[in-house]
């Protein structure tokens, strides 16, 4: 089954290179679960720019008490309340 993912934001960790951070919002269908998935690439001047790489999962609510102030929580919010928005009602 798939795995949807919606990019929440990404935050460069330098100018015209492919690192930094990136947060996903993502639904597993196969186990099912609705999670963000917190994604880092960053070059280190210690291992001669060879990049560290790592991938972590959060739950919703651990997401939106430990990132705060991160640039992926206010569009996690507004990812959430846009899923959950109620339908207009039809005109008449």
Request: glycine residues 6%.
């Amino acid at each position: 089954m798939p795995v949807f993912k919606r990019e929440l934001a990404f935050v460069a960790d330098r100018p015209l290179e492919n690192a930094g951070d990136w947060w996903h919002l993502v639904l597993d269908t196969d186990a099912p679960g609705l999670y963000v998935e917190h994604t880092w690439m960053h070059a280190s001047p210690h291992t001669e720019g060879q990049a560290a790489y790592e991938t972590q999962r959060f739950g919703i609510n651990d997401f939106l008490t430990l990132a705060e102030g991160q640039a992926a929580q206010p569009m996690l919010m507004s990812a959430l309340k846009e899923m959950f928005r109620e339908a207009a009602p039809p005109s008449e």
